[in-house]
């Protein structure tokens, strides 16, 4: 069992960023595939970036919305992913939600087995 707990979600400013943080317990290391994901209500829950480790390599993933404006990362000593948010827009205002799955990347949410409760971000232009 994963248990993950987000933080680090703010209202801010269009242009101004904020740094979210996932913390990770439980059996994390049987999982290959950590990401974020954000969902706005009545929208479909939407991949924002996502690291998967494979053979001791690590391949990064972003929606083409974010790419140049976020950076996923992860600190294994720590057992923290990271999504730092520069840049940011109105349409980045969503509910950021962290996810583990024990397979590769995917960009398919209901393959994610272990989520954490969402921190919600609000950007205003």
């Known amino acids: 069992q994963v248990h993950l707990v987000e933080s680090g979600g703010d209202s801010v400013q269009a242009g101004g960023s904020l740094r979210l943080s996932c913390a990770a317990s439980g059996y994390t290391y049987s999982r290959k595939c950590m990401a974020w994901f954000r969902q706005v209500p009545g929208k479909e829950r939407e991949g924002v970036a996502a690291i998967s480790t494979v053979g001791g390599n690590s391949y990064y993933y972003y929606t083409d919305s974010v790419k140049g404006r976020f950076t996923i990362s992860q600190d294994n000593a720590k057992n923290t992913l990271y999504l730092q948010m520069n840049s940011l827009k109105p349409e980045d205002t969503a509910m950021y939600y962290c996810?583990?799955?024990?397979?590769?990347?995917?960009?398919?949410?209901?393959?994610?087995?272990?989520w954490g409760q969402g921190t919600q971000v609000t950007v205003s232009s």
């Open positions: 996810a583990a799955r024990v397979g590769g990347y995917s960009p398919n949410w209901g393959s994610y087995d272990a």
